[in-house]
């Protein structure tokens, strides 16, 4: 019996599993779901806001192991792409608030961040594993999905300036 919030560690990556095996699982090609979040520095942001810009959206929980080791990488690569076309934005799924404020204090990230406590926008793309990133061009089409740590940075960055 699968029960939502239970946490585990295996094979390099937190697993989530919520309440719902019935979300559409989203992989390069597919168009990109469409969501509303409100940043950690109160702006509503959706994918119509990036303007043409490509989107590297990274869901991660501060209780994941693999997500506070790639944490600094994903902050290098969002202040490396910063003002060339890429919005890097992270999507929380730490259900309590008060450990993600005092993760973004510690690892203060250079990009925008948001929680999904409930797990909606995280269902919307199938992602039921931290990390997991994807890589979103100017027309919302899903053209990478990366299940777990990202280990090829100089890839991703050939990647989204070539977008």
């Known amino acids: 019996m699968l029960l939502g919030g239970v946490a585990l560690l295996a094979a390099g990556m937190a697993v989530a599993v919520y309440p719902t095996l ?23 942001m959706s994918p119509t806001d990036f303007g043409g810009r490509v989107l590297v959206l990274n869901f991660w929980a501060s209780w994941c192991e693999p997500c506070i080791q790639e944490f600094g990488d994903l902050n290098r690569f969002a202040q490396e792409t910063s003002g060339q076309g890429v919005v890097v934005l992270g999507v929380s799924g730490d259900r309590s608030e008060k450990a993600y404020k005092r993760f973004l204090a510690s690892y203060q990230p250079s990009f925008p961040t948001s929680r999904d406590p409930d ?11 931290f990390p997991e990133t994807y ?17 090829d940075w100089s890839g991703l960055l050939t990647l989204v300036k070539s977008l």
């Not at 899903?142 to 280990?151: A, E, L, N």
């Open 22 to 44: 019935e979300s559409p699982l989203i992989n390069p090609g597919d168009a990109a779901p469409v969501f509303s979040v409100k940043t950690e520095n109160g702006r509503s």
């Open 135 to 151: 890589v979103i061009d100017k027309n919302g089409k899903v053209v990478k999905k990366i299940i777990g740590v990202i280990d």
């Open 119 to 129: 797990a909606e926008i995280a269902a919307s793309y199938g992602t039921f594993a």
